[in-house]
Structures are given as structure tokens and as C-alpha cells.
T-cell receptor, first 113, second 113 residues
């Protein structure tokens, strides 16, 4: 039982390049999330998917797109990376939502130069 | 505006003492409050959830209190150990609004042997 798996773990991008962060969960959870964590800023929600087939913007969605490919997988795409997107990205999932425990992946360290 | 405040300064304590971390919030009416632990280079891990109608919750050496009048939660670790050293995050669910929890910035706890 792997929980929430994210790839890649580390990535260096040049400004303007695009990339996709992959996330999969094996807990049969309905809701999935993408957060970014920056020093002094805490965890901020980028996008979330309450259930398969739906996605919604979070607190900081600009510059990102997401796809809920199926119930297990939720990807985050940077179309044209900017240095401001240098951060640690966490994918997470929960069973339904209200009061549910959120299970996090191990994080993806992204540097945009 | 809504704010969640956790002490940004690290809390340093001696092994065996009780650590107390604070989470204050403004302009929220949380239905739940959660506490997570985050180790360096890892994703947050859920510890405890307390509901708005609960005053206190315990789990082994952990105790959480929730005072909706003071708009504050206290997180206690009794008989602290160096292995308890980590960053602790509080997260609030909004009642009547988005169920997605919003995270505080976390407080670093350092337990000295």
C-alpha cells in the first residue's frame, strides 16, 4: 500500500519550459489536491478535485493546469515555467472532504532557473 | 480577512518536558481543526482532529484543545522526546463553506536531549 505517489521527486526547469507533475493514490479516495509549500508561506492550495471528473481552483492557481485522469490520478501541469514557481509541490488525497484526514505524498522539488 | 496564526519562532524545550504549540485564527468558523506533523523533506502526516463541539482530544502523549470563544487551539506533547522534533501544522475546515482545510504556516519544535 503506497498511499500517495508523486513523480518526479526533483526537477530543474528553464524559464518557459513546460512539465507535468504526476500523482497517483491507491486508497480509493475521491478527493485529490495539489499544494505548494514555500518558506514562510506554508501550504497553499493550487487546485483540487472533489471527485472524479471535477476540478476547481484553489488559492494560487495562476500558471497551472490540472487533469483528473481517473479516480487514482491527478496531474499538475506548468505550461510555461517561471522562477516564481520554484517550490515544493505536494499532492494529497482524502476520502470525501469534510473533516477527513488528508494524506500527502512525499513532495516534488521544482527549481525554475 | 481570514488568518491562521502559528508561532513562526521555533520552540526549544528539554526532553521530558511538555511542549505546547498554539494555533490562533480570525474570521473563521471552523467545523474541525486538524494537527499535522511534518519532518524535513517529507509530506505532512495527520495527527489529530478535533470538532467544534469538542473541548479536548487525546491520543497517547498528544492532547489538543479547541476554544471557539478564544478562537484558539493548543497542541500539547507530554514527556517530549528528541524524536518529536518536527514542524507542526494546524489546519482548519470552514463550516458552511469550502470543506478544504486551510493550513497554518507551522511551528518548529526542537526537543533537546
Amino acid at each position: 500500500n503506497a498511499g500517495v505517489t508523486q513523480t518526479p521527486k526533483f526537477q530543474v526547469l528553464k524559464t518557459g519550459q513546460s512539465m507535468t507533475l504526476q500523482c497517483a493514490q491507491d486508497m480509493n479516495h475521491n478527493s485529490m489536491y495539489w499544494y505548494r509549500q514555500d518558506p514562510g508561506m506554508g501550504l497553499r492550495l493550487i487546485y483540487y478535485s472533489a471527485s472524479e471528473g471535477t476540478t476547481d481552483k484553489g488559492e494560487v492557481p495562476n500558471g497551472y493546469n490540472v487533469s483528473r485522469l481517473n479516480k487514482r490520478e491527478f496531474s499538475l501541469r506548468l505550461e510555461s515555467a517561471a522562477p516564481s514557481q520554484t517550490s515544493v509541490y505536494f499532492c494529497a488525497s482524502s476520502e470525501w472532504g469534510v473533516g477527513d484526514t488528508i494524506y500527502f505524498g512525499e513532495g516534488s522539488w521544482l527549481t525554475v532557473v | 480577512s481570514q488568518k491562521i496564526e502559528q508561532n513562526s519562532e521555533a520552540l526549544n524545550i528539554q526532553e521530558g518536558k511538555t511542549a505546547t504549540l498554539t494555533c490562533n485564527y480570525t474570521n473563521y468558523s471552523p467545523a474541525y481543526l486538524q494537527w499535522y506533523r511534518q519532518d524535513p523533506g517529507r509530506g505532512p502526516v495527520f495527527l489529530l482532529l478535533i470538532r467544534e463541539n469538542e473541548k479536548e482530544k487525546r491520543k497517547e502523549r498528544l492532547k489538543v484543545t479547541f476554544d471557539t470563544t478564544l478562537k484558539q487551539s493548543l497542541f500539547h506533547i507530554t514527556a517530549s522526546q528528541p524524536a518529536d522534533s518536527a514542524t507542526y501544522l494546524c489546519a482548519l475546515d470552514m463550516r458552511g463553506g469550502s470543506y478544504i482545510p486551510t493550513f497554518g504556516r507551522g511551528t518548529s519544535l526542537i526537543v533537546h536531549p
